[in-house]
């Protein structure tokens, strides 16, 4: 997915504080963020809003190693070095986004979301203007992108900061890890956990992924 590991002033400013009050409020997830270093999780805004959600797509249900391979496939289904149009992608044949590796689901979802921009009734632009739940709520109206896909587009598009990704199974599993709990944490009882991280739970989402053989979803490869 589209990652911007550069950061603004701002966000370098954001990330040190709250790196420091994250360690001091959780002792424990202090020595996770030592242990790994600085956060690498760039929070400026990008303006490749369907980009985004279409890499967001392809990436659901996946390891971030076999999405990343299927995404450099699909890519090459396409001459330019950038994205690929919504019109491109509305007129590609399924069978040759199939070769690519998409399930037929992920093709529909994705054939869908170009429908709906090129037709222009509800402008992605206008979602940076909008607070997470609106935005969460628009989103999810499209066949195709739920929670944790709009999730992804909040974190690494618009670069919130207060975002945890609760039903994410490689941030559940490295929760159970790092508080040495019997199993993953069921998603409303990661929310309750979460609470302690307001309002840096991005930061915290990526020091989670970090620690998880580094599988960060947002990080191209």
């Not at 002033?9 to 001091?24: F, G, H, M, Y």
């Not at 496939?73 to 590609?92: G, K």
Request: charged fraction near 25%; aromatic fraction near 8%; include cysteine.
């Amino acid at each position: 997915m589209i990652f911007d590991t550069k950061k603004h002033p701002k966000t370098e400013l954001l990330l040190r504080q709250a790196v420091r009050k994250l360690s001091e409020a959780d002792p424990v997830l202090g020595g996770l963020i030592r242990q790994i270093g600085p956060c690498g999780l760039g929070m400026t805004r990008r303006n490749h809003y369907f980009a985004s959600l279409v890499e967001a797509i392809i990436y659901q249900q996946l390891t971030a190693k076999a999405a990343a391979r299927i995404l450099e496939r699909f890519r090459s289904l396409y001459s330019s070095r950038r994205f690929p149009a919504p019109e491109e992608i509305d007129r590609t044949p399924e069978s040759a986004l199939r070769r690519a590796g998409l399930s037929p689901q992920k093709i529909s979802y994705i054939k869908n979301l170009a429908r709906h921009v090129r037709n222009g009734a509800d402008p992605l632009r206008r979602l940076a203007a909008m607070e997470d739940a609106e935005v969460m709520r628009r989103l999810t109206e499209i066949k195709g992108i739920g929670h944790w896909t709009a999730e992804m587009f909040l974190i690494f598009c618009l670069g919130r900061p207060d975002i945890l990704p609760t039903t994410d199974l490689g941030i559940r599993k490295a929760v159970q890890r790092l508080y040495s709990l019997p199993e993953p944490p069921l998603p409303q009882v990661l929310a309750q956990m979460g609470n302690r991280w307001r309002p840096y739970r991005s930061v915290v989402s990526w020091y989670l992924w970090a620690s998880v053989d580094g599988n960060l979803p947002g990080q191209s490869r």
